[in-house]
Structure formats: C-alpha cells, structure tokens
C-alpha cells in the first residue's frame, strides 16, 4: 500500500478584523451586497458559508431551508439552483435590523442568494481574500468541501493570498488537505477543544477558530506558541474585542467590521 502523502501546514497571517457573512449587520448576510459592505468598512478579509443547492451547486447560505434569509419554504438539500439563485435574501436582514432598514436593500440584484463563482468575482474586484466555511447540509460535508474546491481552485489567482477553508465538520478539512494542500485550514470549534493539539496535527490546520466565550489568554497562548493562530467569533463589541486581543487572539470575526476597525484604532 502506497504511503499516505506528506502534507505541511501552510504559512498563514490572519487580519485583526475580518468580516462574518460579509458584514452581517452592515448588509443581508451571505450577499454580494454583505461583502461590498465589508470592504466599503475597510476590511481585507471576508468568512463567509459555502452550501450545496439540491443539484449540487455551491452558492452563499447558512441555513439548511431558505426560510430565515429568503422568506420561503424549503430546504437547500431538496432545492435547485434554478430555484434558489434569483431570492431575494434580504428577509433575514428584515428581521433583524427592521423593515425600514431592510428597504434600502429589497429587490437589489446582489441581494439575490449568490452562485460562489459570482462570489470569487466580487472577491477578485474588491481585492478581498476569503475565509470560506465550509456548511454543509446533514451528511454532506466531504462533498460539499470537494464541490466548493472544485469550483475554487481554477478561479483563484495564484498570485493572490490563497483562501482559508474552515469547517465545523471536520472531515471537509481532509478534503481540503488532499484538494488543495497549500491553501491553509481554519479549525472550527463552538468550544476550545480539549484534543485540539491532535485535531490541528490530524487535519493540518494553519488557525483555530473558537466562541470568543470560551477562550482565556492561557488556551490563546498555548495555541500560539504551539505556531498556530487564533480567530475568534463573533465579535461586535468593542469591550470584548480589547480583551481578545490583550489574550494575544489574531483575528476577530465580526458582524460590525466598522466599529472594530474604528475602535481598534484607537
């Protein structure tokens, strides 16, 4: 039996504020709008989630129905791309910033539900680099990971700063290993996980991103001197986002860019 290939982890500089979902309170979520508004605050780095539509196809969304950020029925694993890529997803931002700051946006064409390859173009035109979760639907996370890939690496410039892929859902980071070895990994965790050591070494991941409240400056700084870097999220207030970063965390993730950015200023 062959040898499994020798993978290394590559070298990875996160931003101290990177946008989630674009910039989740700026915009609707998951949006060409939501990353045009991250970069408008001054951020170079956007997270944003990668599903797969019924028919396979990679497009921007968190949840697994359409309900919350769209306001119709159904559930992304049973829907079309035919069906998904023309909603309006500014139903979400409704609920949460009210109808009248939700109105600006309805009915805007990068408002609609977005494919990843019109994503990578407006990446490519606001000259932002991404940190692309991988969200898969119940039971699809290797394919997920390996559609998303599949579709990334022919239209990502190699002279650019490579994206990072996370997951929740580990076993897409070992696609992405195998896929795309010199782009670094991002291990997600709600929690500080307690094999964390192991679980970076298995999956050769270049950060670990946690629950800004789980973390302590004693678990930020043995990942660090262990060479690895710290993302947190979500972070949007600015007293919690001082505190982070005197614990020595590299990046915050965070629905308000413009305050961090402000505020961290200082």
Request: charged content about 20%.
């Amino acid at each position: 039996m062959a040898s499994p290939p020798a993978f290394s982890v590559p070298s990875l500089r996160l931003p101290r504020v990177m946008g989630h979902r674009g910039a989740l309170a700026l915009a609707p979520e998951n949006t060409l709008a939501s990353i045009g508004a991250a970069a408008a605050a001054g951020v170079t780095w956007v997270e944003f989630d990668v599903m797969l539509t019924g028919d396979r196809q990679p497009v921007l969304m968190h949840d697994k129905t359409l309900k919350r950020t769209t306001g119709m029925p159904g559930a992304m694993a049973e829907t079309p791309l035919s069906a998904i890529s023309g909603l309006d997803a500014s139903a979400g931002f409704a609920r949460k910033r009210g109808a009248g700051a939700a109105a600006a946006f309805r009915g805007r064409d990068d408002c609609r539900v977005p494919t990843l390859e019109e994503t990578v173009a407006c990446l490519l035109a606001l000259d932002l680099t991404p940190n692309v979760e991988i969200k898969p639907t119940p039971g699809l996370a290797e394919e997920t990971a390996a559609v998303a890939l599949e579709r990334l690496l022919p239209l990502w410039p190699e002279d650019r700063l490579p994206p990072l892929i996370s997951a929740f859902e580990w076993d897409a980071l070992t696609v992405a290993r195998e896929m795309a070895p010199l782009w670094p990994r991002g291990l997600l965790s709600h929690k500080f996980p307690k094999d964390w050591q192991a679980a970076m070494t298995r999956y050769d991941c270049a950060s670990l991103h946690v629950n800004w409240r789980h973390l302590g400056t004693a678990k930020v700084q043995a990942v660090k001197a262990a060479g690895y870097a710290v993302a947190s999220y979500t972070v949007n207030q600015l007293t919690v986002a001082r505190r982070l970063v005197k614990m020595g965390v590299d990046c915050l993730i965070t629905d308000r860019p413009d305050r961090l950015l402000a505020g961290l200023a200082d």
